[in-house]
């Protein structure tokens, strides 16, 4: 594949402000946090409407916990040290200081310790540890969508008498529209984002308080670890069972650290800790305060079957139902952005074929759209609806992608803590330790949902995590092929000076590495026996950091006779524009005029062979996604009129 883009994870970058505060932007802390609430904590945020109800309910063959008081203090003590433990400890006070020049997230913490793990011999299997997170990520962002959307438009219920049935229909819907407008751009859609959750948050909290006002006791109780441990030693095995429920309390907590980049890890810390996680408790003890509140078990027991809607007054039942569906949209929005935004870091440290990405917005580089994602997410979300029916269904499904992500986040953390950081034994041990333990409780209890539901995240991981090792392999073992006897560009440039005529302009040869003769080269000399005056053998190389400084974009080398070998260096954030990188290109014999300067790529047709290196199947497949990878002319902006392709085969 001689005209993409080829990865260096290796290569790091330290630590650096966010992205939204590194690039000329001064926007206040207190600006970014606001931000942050309407992008960030979205998915967490409509956790409320469900995952207490979940607990609560029948699970996987074990029995119903009873809604009594005990129950009660137990399950909310877990929520409060779960979210304590994992998103404040976890993410916000420890894993967003590993920040890769600002950004976060399985790829980018991948490759910020990728070149001090390979010393110690990790570099494989940290490698397949964060293609897999990127895999499990992709399975949460086709049900989180759902779920989300499905539970809100099942209060419409508590609005319309006769509603149920017409619950499937509307989300799906609604779905339809929210995907289908993703070609339009989010941007002005996104400045209403942070109002509307500002709105509900503030909601959450009010409706809780409302409640809590009347048992203030129980906060005494939600805080206190002990009714947790006690909750375990009431229900023994039944009570693990619902901690695959009361993990749905937490699970966004991974967008934190992977939307870090756009808002910084002071402004999300700051919108956690004095907002949103307190509007979220509040909530969570407010339905526990109105289940306490009921005279008789009976009573408890209809209320716990959806507490979150039936807490609401009458009065503002349907602004408040109204306001939830919107932050569920709100949510499953970010949650697909998220989806544009890996994809595009996937495909540039080359995980993931070329894809058709489009530029919404001509201020904001990080919004995208990507057809491609975008439809293949709304048939997955769709599906799920229609299979699933009701959110208590899809709630079987959820949370196994999310907890699989944060317990390979930890391993990951670990390789940071110890060959990066450098911490000691001591320090380091005991802290990811402690976050083991709580990844393994609650993925093992998540494991018991696979035979009901839990099997699908994990399909579709499994599937798109064969799919990002098929491509990176193929394409090592395709630049190895390739250059298996590859005349070297230095002694080429000698030999060819006498060999063919040249003709004014100049000839870009795009090529995957930096040694040897492109393949198009070759066959123009040989077809065409003609050279340009001057001839660029040009290769676009993106590390592993978001943006790399203009002073170290290029290596250029003058090989003499009008041939030039260049390098371009990009960031895994940053857009791969050839025309406009090479017009802040200076030669020694000048600047590029586009109209005199032609594009050659090559276009290569795999032989599956009996060669060693990838079983047949994984090369048929490797095959299939080369031929439906997008045009190399599209991804690097290369203007239409100005290319020229050629074809070779290639056997790997």
């Known amino acids: ?11 790091t970058a330290g630590p650096a402000p966010a992205h ?82 600002g950004e976060g997230g399985s790829l980018a913490l991948l490759a910020l310790i990728k070149r001090t793990a390979s010393k110690a011999g990790w570099t494989a299997p940290l490698i397949l540890l964060g293609v897999f997170a990127t895999a499990l990520f992709y399975g949460d962002s086709m049900i989180t969508p759902a779920i989300s959307v499905l539970s809100a438009t099942e209060g419409l219920q508590y609005i319309v008498p006769g509603f149920r049935p017409w619950i499937v229909p509307t989300a799906v819907a609604i779905l339809f529209g929210l995907f289908a407008i993703q070609s339009r751009g989010t941007e002005r859609v996104g400045k209403l984002f942070g109002p509307v959750m500002l709105t509900y948050f503030a909601m959450l909290a009010t ?94 027991a209809a209320l716990i079957k959806d507490p979150f809607f039936l807490m609401i007054p009458d009065l503002v039942r349907v602004p408040v139902i109204i306001l939830a569906l919107l932050a569920t949209i709100i949510a499953s929005q970010a949650v697909i952005s998220g989806a544009f935004s890996l994809t595009q870091q996937a495909i540039q440290l080359g995980f993931i074929p070329r894809m058709e990405i489009r530029h919404t917005s001509a201020a904001a580089a990080g919004q995208i759209y990507i057809p491609a994602i975008n439809w293949g997410l709304m048939v997955m979300v769709i599906l799920l609806v229609l299979f699933f029916q009701s959110s208590t269904n899809l709630a079987a499904a959820y949370g196994i992608a999310v907890t699989g992500a944060m317990f390979i986040d930890t391993l990951l953390l670990a390789a940071v803590l110890f060959s990066l950081w450098r911490w000691p034994w001591w320090k380091a041990v005991p802290l990811v330790a402690a976050f083991l333990v709580v990844d393994i409780a609650y993925f093992g209890a998540n494991l018991i949902k696979v035979p009901s539901g839990g099997w699908v995240p994990l399909l579709i991981g499994g599937v798109i995590f064969t799919l990002l090792t098929t491509w990176s392999r193929g394409r090592e073992l395709m630049r190895a092929s390739m250059a298996e006897g590859s005349l070297p560009i230095e002694i080429f440039a000698k030999s060819a000076q006498n060999s063919a005529t040249r003709v004014p302009g100049t000839a870009v040869f795009m090529a995957s590495t930096n040694s040897g003769v492109p393949s198009a080269l070759l066959h123009n000399i040989k077809h065409n026996k003609v050279l340009h005056e001057r001839v660029l053998i040009l290769t676009v190389q993106v590390r592993g950091m978001p943006y790399i400084d203009e002073a170290e974009r290029y290596d250029c080398k003058n090989l003499g006779n009008g041939f030039y070998r260049v390098t371009i260096y990009c960031g895994f954030l940053e857009e791969t524009d050839v025309p406009s990188l090479l017009g802040s290109l200076d030669l020694c014999d000048g600047g590029f005029d586009m109209m005199q300067t032609s594009f050659f790529l090559s276009r290569q047709t ?47």
Do not use: C
């Open 1 to 11: 594949m001689s005209s993409t883009a080829t990865a260096d994870p290796a290569d």
């Open 20 to 101: 939204g505060q590194s690039h000329g932007h001064k926007t206040s802390t207190a600006a970014l946090a606001v931000g942050a609430v309407g992008v960030v904590f979205g998915d967490i945020g409509t956790s409320p409407l469900y995952a207490f109800r979940e607990t609560f309910a029948l699970h996987h063959g074990a029995p119903g916990i009873s809604p009594d008081a005990a129950h009660i203090h137990g399950v909310l003590s877990l929520v409060f040290w779960s979210m304590m433990m994992v998103v404040t400890v976890k993410y916000v006070f420890t894993m967003m200081r590993a920040d890769n020049g």
């Open 207 to 300: 409706l809780g308080a409302m409640h809590l006002s009347a048992n203030p006791a129980i906060i005494l109780e939600t805080v206190n670890p002990v009714n947790a441990l006690r909750f375990f030693a009431l229900d023994g095995f039944v009570a693990f069972v619902a901690l695959g429920s009361v993990v749905l309390a937490v699970t966004g907590a991974e967008a934190l650290y992977a939307d870090m980049g756009h808002f910084g890890r002071k402004p999300i810390g700051l919108s956690w800790l004095t907002f949103v996680y307190p509007a979220l408790m509040l909530n969570y003890m407010g339905q526990g305060a109105l289940i306490l509140s009921q005279s008789s078990p009976e009573a408890a």
């Open 606 to 652: 795999l032989l599956p062979s009996s060669k060693p290196g990838m079983a047949i199947w994984r090369e048929k497949l490797f095959a299939w996604m080369l031929r439906n990878a997008a045009s190399a002319m599209a991804f690097f902006r290369l203007p239409t009129n100005r290319v020229v392709e050629l074809g070779s085969q290639v056997e790997i």
